[in-house]
């Protein structure tokens, strides 16, 4: 039986002038850019993460591991959702891809995630509330757009909140 999904968070979208499986390509390598460095390591031991550091096959399949996330599913070139746990939240983030023209795709990730007991509270004002969630997914999208292809000045609209609470 599955487990229920995790309380919604927030949604964001980008439109990449680029096809999705290059997009997919770009996803994986910027996860691995973004979350692998000893920074994220260090922040993943730091938080008590369950998975702290980076390994099995690239691009990035079902099972292999960044620090604070494992992939859960990976269905390319449609889906990537990585799972995690630490001392202050259990979280999601799903990205989904679709190809809205033979070079131009959307790109979408949306966190779910649970803030348990006082703590965990503290925790999600310190990151949901603050906007340094938002923050760092809109800088996410944009890298990897970047990665993508697409130069920076594209018409293409960037990065932006879809939905969130």
């Not at 770009?26 to 702290?52: I, K, N, Q």
């Not at 932006?160 to 609470?165: C, D, H, L, N, Q």
């Given at each position: ?14 439109v ?7 997009v ?34 690239r ?69 949901i ?25 594209a018409?293409?609209?960037?990065p ?6």
């Open positions: 039986m599955p487990l229920a999904p995790l309380p919604y968070i927030d949604e964001h979208a980008t990449v002038e680029a096809p999705a499986e290059a997919w390509q770009a996803l994986s390598e910027t996860l691995d850019h973004a979350f692998a460095g000893p920074g994220a390591t260090a922040y993943a031991r730091l938080v008590g993460a369950t998975d702290r550091t980076a390994s099995g096959p691009p990035l399949t079902e099972g292999a591991t960044l620090p604070g996330f494992r992939v859960t599913a990976a269905t390319p070139p449609r889906e990537l959702t990585l799972s995690g746990r630490h001392r202050f939240s259990t979280y999601t983030l799903t990205f989904r891809l679709e190809a809205l023209t033979p070079t131009r795709s959307r790109l979408r990730a949306e966190s779910r995630a649970t803030f348990p007991g006082p703590t965990g509270g503290a925790y999600r004002l310190l990151v509330t603050t906007g340094t969630h938002a923050l760092g997914m809109r800088r996410l999208l944009g890298a990897i757009r970047h990665r993508s292809g697409q130069p920076p000045n018409s293409g609209p960037g932006r909140s879809v939905r969130g609470r």
